[in-house]
């Protein structure tokens, strides 16, 4: 049982082996010939080495004779406004902690609500302002504010030129 224990590992390993390479073999039968400079010059002209990579490049690009098709990153985008220029209307709500306390639990329910918020430090106090297009959500935040007792308004955001 041990010698056959003991032959059985590496027989297996070169089995894998030899199967991973006649896969590799058999999945790309096409791939150029690589010839040996034995019989050729050493001395090659430019025109010799035109001819070369000419027949380098056509080999790439014969891609409908092999059936392979290069990927392409291409994305094309047919926007369709209709005519009209819609614009959607954003919400900013500016939250104004007096303490750290109320700082900690406007972040906690900012975190909650997965809402972007910039916080901006001013002197002693700190402002959270949060944009957003849903007026909706923005109001069941500052609802939520309300109960912890943290004051925050609610207003349409325009941008200042």
Request: aromatic letters at 10%.
């Amino acid at each position: 049982m041990r010698r056959a224990a003991f032959w059985l590992f590496p027989l297996i390993a070169f089995a894998v082996a030899l199967f991973i390479v006649l896969f590799l073999v058999q999945i790309n039968p096409s791939a150029p010939k690589i010839n040996s400079g034995e019989n050729e010059n050493n001395e090659i002209s430019s025109e010799g080495l035109e001819e070369k990579i000419g027949s380098w490049i056509s080999h790439f690009s014969s891609t409908k004779e092999s059936g392979y098709f290069y990927p392409v990153n291409e994305i094309t985008l047919k926007l369709d406004m209709g005519g009209e220029n819609t614009a959607l209307e954003l919400y900013r709500l500016t939250v104004k902690p007096k303490n750290s306390d109320e700082l900690l639990q406007a972040k906690e329910e900012l975190k909650k609500s997965t809402l972007p918020y910039v916080m901006q430090n001013q002197e002693d106090t700190m402002i959270l302002t949060i944009d957003s297009t849903d007026q909706f959500q923005l109001q069941s935040l500052v609802t939520k504010l309300k109960t912890y007792q943290i004051t925050a308004t609610l207003s349409p955001y325009t941008e200042e030129k």
